[in-house]
């Protein structure tokens, strides 16, 4: 396992993920591989995402997380599940309005399945642009707060993307 690393496993309809170390998109590009695959499932109707371990997560991680929260709660009426206990980190998805789309716990209930390290994938620019540019949309739309902070950072990939 290297020095930051997406574990994952899936097992009766429950997607288990989990962050460990310092989790930035161009060292973890193949979560959003995941997120694609849990957005057009028909089988995940409920994720997890253990942070015990993450020491940070990047905005363009925390964008992908709130794209899995929209899905899951438009289509089955259920907010994904944060396991965390690092008050850091619990204060950064406060002030992205974290608590409004996710339940936020302390600690796992059951122990996971066998969880496996997600493979890092290779993408165009062009793909990596569109997927920068939904996630940061995504975070916008979660509040007022977040518009205004993302704004310009939406507005730099749309532009280089054109």
Known sequence: MSESSILFAKNDG???????????????????????????????????????????????????????AGFLIEKYNRKPIIVCDNVDINTLFLSMGFEHAFVIVKNLENEPPELFELPAEEQERAD??????????????????????????????????T
């Open 14 to 68: 429950v997607c288990f993920i989990k962050f460990i170390g310092v989790i930035q998109y161009t060292s973890n590009s193949g979560f959003d591989k995941l997120v694609t695959k849990i957005l057009s499932s028909e089988s995940v109707k409920e994720v997890v995402f253990d942070v015990l371990q993450a020491e940070n997560i990047d905005s363009t991680n925390l964008g992908l997380m709130a794209r899995i």
């Open 128 to 161: 990596q642009l569109r997927m920068l540019t939904e996630a940061h949309r995504t975070l916008m739309e979660m509040n007022d707060k977040n518009h205004e902070t993302f704004k310009v950072v939406v507005e730099m990939f749309e532009n280089e993307s």
